[in-house]
């Protein structure tokens, strides 16, 4: 019964480095998405995929790319990470764009 | 710009009263709306939603109110349980584009025993 699984939980990394953090989902659903959440801000919507084998910018798109591996796996990568983008992640997963998202627990990052 | 507001960062209720939680957009193209449920160190859960088509929806002790004129929805809990206690988030979107929610941000419930 996982739902959406994230990893990494926590991660540090130093100005400049890249990384990938990886989400799947087990509900075959077909839309996915990377959110930010910042202090006193809500959930901005990073990047999205509407279905397997399409990727679109939502809010806060720059300095991230994404890719949507196979209908289970989607993930966000930062090439060259900036203190701006200390952050908590969540990737979410809905059955279609129009339904209501499940959420994972989160990647708290800081870039120091 | 912020589409979705929510004003108060904070509420405090007593258990078994009624809470409500208010949510404002500008955008008169949203007509799809969410309220999702945040504890500590979890993601956001989906607690109830509602389309421009209704202007009330219900689930259990959660009643979403949507005033359109106004562009102002609100979530009644009735009544609150100190379980409740949590930061709730409201959305909005237009629903043909699905997905691209505006977030508000938040509004921290307490709920004393």
């Known amino acids: 019964n996982a739902g959406v699984t994230q990893t990494p939980k926590f991660q540090v990394l130093k100005t400049g480095q890249s990384m990938t953090l990886q989400c799947a989902q087990d509900m075959n659903h077909n839309s996915m998405y990377w959110y930010r959440q910042d202090p006193g801000m809500g959930l901005r919507l990073i990047y999205y995929s509407a279905s397997e084998g399409t990727t679109d910018k939502g809010e806060v798109p720059n300095g991230y790319n994404v890719s949507r591996l196979n209908k289970r796996e989607f993930s966000l990568r930062l090439e060259s990470a900036a203190p701006s983008q200390t952050s908590v992640y969540f990737c979410?997963?809905?059955?279609?764009?129009?339904?209501?998202?499940?959420f994972g627990q989160g990647t708290r990052l800081t870039v120091v | 710009d912020q589409q979705v507001k929510q004003n108060s960062p904070s509420l405090s209720v007593q258990e078994g009263r009624i809470s409500i939680l208010n949510c404002d957009y500008t955008n008169s193209m949203f007509d799809y709306f969410l309220w999702y449920k945040k504890y500590p160190a979890e993601g956001p859960t989906f607690l109830i939603s509602?389309?421009?088509?209704?202007d009330k929806n219900e689930d259990g002790r959660f009643t979403v109110f949507l005033n359109k004129s106004a562009k102002h929805l609100s979530l009644h809990i009735v009544p609150s349980q100190p379980g409740d206690s949590a930061v709730y988030f409201c959305?909005?979107?237009?629903?043909?584009?699905?997905?691209?929610?505006?977030f508000g941000q938040g509004t921290e419930l307490s709920v004393k025993p």
């Open positions: 959305a909005a979107g237009p629903y043909n584009q699905g997905g691209k929610l505006i």
């Open positions: 509602i389309s421009s088509i209704k």
């Open positions: 979410a997963s809905s059955e279609t764009l129009n339904t209501e998202a499940f």
